[in-house]
């Protein structure tokens, strides 16, 4: 069973930082891409911001330039570095982990329970 953990979420002021991370645990023989998503209340779930084994990247355009994301596949971990914060950021951001390879052979999605995130004007 693999799951997904997130942390570094919290409050913040507008135009501060935050890192957030989320740790893979459980017999994983590959992970192909990691991502981050967000969903606001009311509002759909977005991504923010993916990334594939081999570092191609994918961000949304409300975040680019300010949101880098990145992993360590070594550790199984994605990051998300969140700077110049604005209000309309805050919301659950849930890590997502695409075409798991389990110990049964088989390819899965996985979803972490997710951080919250709240930008204050």
């Known amino acids: 069973q693999v799951q997904l953990v997130e942390s570094g979420g919290g409050l913040v002021q507008a135009g501060g930082s935050l890192r957030l991370s989320c740790a893979a645990s459980?017999?994983?023989?590959?992970?192909?891409?990691m991502g981050w998503y967000r969903q606001a209340p009311g509002k759909q779930r977005e991504l923010v911001a993916a990334i594939t084994s081999g570092g191609s990247t994918n961000y949304a355009d409300s975040v680019k330039g300010r949101l880098t994301i990145s992993r360590d596949n070594a550790k199984n971990t994605v990051y998300l570095q969140m700077n110049s914060l604005k209000p309309e950021d805050t919301a659950v951001y849930y890590c997502?982990?695409?075409?798991?390879?389990?110990?049964?052979?088989?390819?899965?999605?996985?979803w972490g329970q997710g951080t919250l995130v709240t930008v204050s004007s």
């Open positions: 997502n982990a695409d075409r798991v390879l389990g110990s049964d052979g088989m390819y899965r999605e996985v």
């Open positions: 459980g017999r994983i023989f590959s992970i192909n891409a």
